[in-house]
Structure formats: structure tokens, C-alpha cells
């Protein structure tokens, strides 16, 4: 109405001013009903113009008079909706905070307001059921559900959830089955399908399941990857306990085909080089483990590669140790590894040079161990039952506890293998079952003498003498007469202390 008023006073205002650029007002009559009025031909124009618009107003009032039940109705409908969305919103709040009781009052408050979104008060009305602890509303709202196209996805989901919290675990899968079946892109459904596939260690399944995920785009090929692998090094463990030729050659398949997916998966490399070796493909055996160190050392990778031969030298087997070292030389393991292969050649010196290659790294047991090692090899016996002491005390590694005491890699349970494909699917990182549990481990502590030698050269870590833990001679009944007898015990060779004793305790002594 504004923009018509508008309209009709800019048109006004060019007719008068048409008018007065001629320079003659003009002049106009009007005869109606016997009465004759005289004007301008500018006035007429004006008068003309200024009816024309309380005309349109008069008739803009009449409408909006007509148009006011329509109105009453439309603010109505807004109010409900408004007071609707309120509801829906607090009543799901009010569900996902567990407070079932407020979220079944807004859920009825919804449905009474909310007549246009009758999919979100249903869903509402189920979840609010579940945080009131009411199994049967709420599996009666979830079937509601499945009687709308919409909608049946979200009832599969509900009442699968349900089931699972009821122990219907067959239930539950079929559920799961079912939304899977309808919908390409139900993620969830097929993580539950998975999970119940590999808590049944059924392998193969798994694998069909992950090839229709990748096929779907449920998960990027990255995931799908690592998940095939960690999946055929299970079927693989699973397979390499028959004694069937045919069987042990599906192993052999499987974890070489996982090896080549994820080269950096160390149980599946560890496995297919140690199948490969028991079927007379050493060589095959050595680049699956070279080009795994390459990607990811592991301590399991260069145990394996130091028993794929048995009839070499340590010179032999510790230069074939060297050249895997030098796969990833600045690596961790890889500078273990050349403390490991010098020891093993008989390299004292170049050993202990290499074990000052670990001086930065956090001491653990293994470390501690290696260095105990070095120690013993150099010479210096007090020095490494020092080194044991502490290792005793230290860290173990979690990358070590996947060695069972008799040197075993990865020994896993169907349960451990399980939970390692979906840990390594996802996030490409091993899990360590065996340290989890604190089971035993292959010892990272060499085995030493526990006693020290008599007058032995005793050196703590840092050059200085130590302070030995004293002893009843009590304990020991007319000792001390023998040794009044006794030559006296040659002085401390740095000067500084008492005499050392003839007899030193061999209990465990703390580490400095």
C-alpha cells in the first residue's frame, strides 16, 4: 500500500510539473448533476490522483478487515509451532541428561503441539522412554517406527540398542542384519555386524564384510586396508596350527597377502616370514622382513630375521644383522640392533660405542639389560649387575611384552586378535594384549651371577666407589676370628674410602 501511495504522488508530481514547464495552466470543467465546477487542468490532475489513492486505501482496509480470521489463525499456528520446537528441543536435552521423567512430559507436550513434525516427537517419545528406565515404551515407540519409510532406520537402531542392553544379543544382530540390508550407509550396522564377527573369530566373514564396506564407501580405503590386513593375519594364525598341507598354504596365502597390504603391520610380517621360511622360501622370507624394518621396526621383526638361518657364525649372522639395521639406520630398534649384532659378533668395542648411541633414551628393562650386557662383555661384571639392579625396577617396553617367555611373537588369543583389527583399523597403531595383562615376557634381563666376585673391580655408573650394605657378622658365628687371621685386605684403589671387606653381601643392592 506505501509503494501504490508512492507511486501516485510521483505521477502527481510529473503531471504538475508537465504542466507548468508549457507555461499554461490549462483549464477543466465538470458538469455532474446540474453542479459545474471550474479549475486547472494542474488542479484536476491533482484531484484525480489524490481520489485515486483513497480509493486504494478504502479498498486495502476492506481486505485487511476480510483477511483478520485468516491472520488470528496463522499467529496461532506460529505460537503452537514456536511452543513445539521449544519442547522438542528441552525434551531431547532433558533425554540425553538421563532426566527420563521431564523428557516424557515435554515428549507428551510435543505431541500435542507438534503436528508437523510427527517423525521427531516419536523419536523423542523413544529416547525419553530409555532415560525413564521403561524398556517396553520404549521398544513400543522403536516398532512404531518401523511402519514409516523414513523412519525405519532409526527403529532398527533404537531397538538394537535395546536388545544389546538386554543381553538379546541374536536379537540385537538381527536388527543390525536388517538395517544393513536396507540402507547402504548405515555405519553403524556394519560395525555391529563386524564386532559380532570377529567376538566369533570368524575371520572370513570379517573379510567380506569389510570388502562391502569399502564397496558402499562406508569407510575410506585406508581403513578398509589395514583392516583386511590385521584380518588375514588372524585368519593366517587361526590356519597355521592345522596340520592339512592345504590348510598351512592358505596361512602362507593370508599372511603374505597381509604383509604386502600393510608392510608396517609387524604380526602379519612376522608371520608370513616365518611360514615362508618353513616352506623353503628364505629368501622371500628376508625381503618380506627388510622391507617391513623399513617401513616400522619392531624387536619381533629382527628376532625373526635372526632365526631364518641356524648354520652361520655369530661373525655371519651378526654382519646378515647389520644389513637389516642399515634398512632404517637412525631408528630406535635399529640402533639397538647394532648393539645386539656387535654383541652377538663378539665386538665389545664396537658394542659398547653403539650402546652410547641409547644414552638419551629412557631406560627400561630392556635397555637396562642391554646395557648389563655390554657391561659383562667389556669386563666389568660389578658394572652390569648394577645395570640389572636397576632394570629390575625400570619400565618394561611395550613393543618387548609381545614376546612370550619362550621368544614367541604376537601368541595372541582370538579375543586379543579382535580387538587388534578394529584398534589397527582405525588408528593404524598396535595394541599389546600381553603388557595389558602384565603376563611374562621374554626376559629383557640377562642371567647373570647373582653374588660378586671376591675383590672384584666395583664401579658404580658414575665412577664412583659405592656404599656397600653392611654385614652381621653375628650371622655368620666366629667369622671374624678367621679373619683376624687373614691377610688384610689391600686398600680401595681410589683412595678415598675404607678398605673394601674380604666378603661382600649378595643381596640386591639399590641403584645409584
Keep these: 500500500m506505501i509503494r501504490a501511495g508512492l507511486v501516485i504522488l510521483i505521477l502527481c508530481a510529473a503531471a504538475v510539473a508537465a504542466i507548468a514547464m508549457t507555461g499554461d495552466a490549462g483549464h477543466a470543467q465538470v458538469v455532474w448533476l446540474g453542479w459545474r465546477a471550474d479549475m486547472t487542468a494542474s488542479a484536476a490532475v491533482i484531484i484525480v490522483l489524490f481520489g485515486a489513492l483513497l480509493a486504494a486505501l478504502f479498498w486495502r482496509t476492506v481486505l485487511w478487515i476480510l483477511a483478520a480470521p485468516q491472520r488470528a489463525a496463522r499467529t496461532r499456528a506460529e505460537s503452537r509451532r514456536r511452543q513445539a520446537n521449544e519442547a522438542l528441543s528441552r525434551g531431547f536435552l532433558a533425554a540425553a541428561a538421563g532426566d527420563g521423567s521431564e523428557a516424557r512430559r515435554l515428549a507428551q507436550k510435543a505431541a500435542e503441539l507438534a503436528e508437523e513434525t510427527?517423525?521427531?516427537?516419536?523419536?523423542?517419545?523413544?529416547?525419553?522412554?530409555?532415560?525413564?528406565?521403561?524398556?517396553?515404551?520404549?521398544?513400543?515407540?522403536?516398532?512404531?517406527?518401523?511402519?514409516?519409510?523414513?523412519?525405519?532406520?532409526?527403529?532398527?537402531?533404537?531397538?538394537?540398542?535395546?536388545?544389546?542392553?538386554?543381553?538379546?544379543?541374536?536379537?540385537?544382530?538381527?536388527?543390525?542384519?536388517?538395517?544393513?540390508?536396507?540402507?547402504?550407509?548405515?555405519?553403524?550396522?556394519?560395525?555391529?555386524?563386524?564386532?559380532s564377527r570377529l567376538d566369533a573369530a570368524e575371520w572370513g566373514a570379517g573379510l567380506e564384510l569389510v570388502k562391502t564396506a569399502l564397496d558402499r564407501k562406508i569407510v575410506p580405503p585406508v581403513t578398509a586396508e589395514r583392516a583386511r590386513a590385521a584380518l588375514l593375519a588372524a585368519l593366517a594364525a587361526q590356519l597355521e596350527t592345522s596340520r592339512d598341507p592345504k590348510v598351512r598354504g592358505q596361512a602362507l596365502d593370508s599372511a603374505v597377502e597381509a604383509a604386502k597390504l600393510q608392510p608396517g603391520f609387524a604380526p602379519g610380517v612376522v608371520m608370513a616370514a616365518r611360514l615362508l621360511a618353513a616352506d623353503g622360501k628364505a629368501g622371500r622370507a628376508t625381503a618380506t622382513l627388510e622391507n617391513a624394518w623399513k617401513t616400522a621396526p619392531h624387536p619381533a621383526l629382527w628376532l625373526a630375521f635372526r632365526d631364518l638361518k641356524t648354520d652361520e657364525t655369530p661373525r655371519e649372522r651378526g654382519r646378515r644383522l647389520l644389513d637389516l639395521a642399515n634398512q632404517n639406520p637412525d631408528h630406535r630398534e635399529s640402533r639397538i640392533l647394532h648393539v645386539e649384532r656387535a654383541l652377538i659378533a663378539g665386538e665389545t668395542a664396537t658394542a659398547a660405542a653403539a650402546m652410547a648411541t641409547l644414552d638419551t633414551e629412557l631406560l627400561t628393562a630392556r635397555i637396562a639389560g642391554?646395557?648389563?650386557?655390554?657391561?659383562?662383555?667389556?669386563?666389568?661384571?660389578?658394572?652390569?649387575?648394577?645395570?640389572?639392579?636397576?632394570?629390575?625396577?625400570?619400565?618394561?617396553?611395550?613393543?618387548?611384552?609381545?614376546?612370550?617367555?619362550?621368544?614367541?611373537?604376537?601368541?595372541?588369543?582370538?579375543?586379543?586378535?579382535?580387538?587388534?583389527?578394529?584398534?589397527?583399523?582405525?588408528t593404524g597403531a598396535l595394541i599389546h594384549p600381553r603388557f595389558e595383562r602384565r603376563e611374562r615376557s621374554l626376559s629383557a634381563l640377562p642371567d647373570l651371577p647373582i653374588a660378586y666376585a671376591d675383590r672384584a673391580a666395583f664401579i658404580t655408573e658414575g665412577g664412583f666407589?659405592?656404599?656397600?650394605?653392611?654385614?652381621?657378622?653375628?650371622?655368620?658365628?666366629?667369622?671374624?676370628?678367621?679373619?683376624?687371621?687373614?691377610?688384610?685386605?689391600?686398600?680401595?684403589?681410589?683412595?678415598g674410602g675404607r678398605p673394601g671387606r674380604g666378603r661382600l653381601a649378595s643381596a640386591p643392592r639399590s641403584a645409584k
Design 118 to 195: 510427527p517423525a521427531l516427537v516419536r523419536v523423542l517419545a523413544a529416547q525419553a522412554a530409555e532415560a525413564a528406565g521403561d524398556a517396553p515404551a520404549a521398544q513400543a515407540a522403536y516398532t512404531a517406527m518401523l511402519g514409516f519409510p523414513e523412519m525405519r532406520l532409526a527403529g532398527h537402531k533404537g531397538l538394537m540398542q535395546l536388545a544389546l542392553s538386554q543381553g538379546l544379543r541374536e536379537t540385537a544382530l538381527r536388527h543390525a542384519q536388517e538395517a544393513f540390508n536396507e540402507t547402504r550407509s548405515a555405519r553403524w550396522a556394519w560395525r555391529a555386524l563386524l564386532e
Design 370 to 426: 642391554l646395557r648389563a650386557r655390554v657391561a659383562f662383555a667389556c669386563g666389568q661384571p660389578d658394572e652390569a649387575r648394577l645395570w640389572l639392579t636397576r632394570g629390575l625396577d625400570a619400565a618394561q617396553e611395550p613393543d618387548w611384552s609381545d614376546l612370550d617367555p619362550e621368544g614367541r611373537a604376537f601368541a595372541y588369543q582370538a579375543s586379543d586378535w579382535a580387538r587388534l583389527v578394529i584398534t589397527y583399523a582405525e
Design 465 to 495: 666407589d659405592p656404599v656397600l650394605y653392611p654385614v652381621d657378622d653375628e650371622a655368620y658365628g666366629d667369622e671374624d676370628a678367621a679373619e683376624e687371621t687373614a691377610p688384610a685386605p689391600a686398600p680401595n684403589r681410589r683412595g
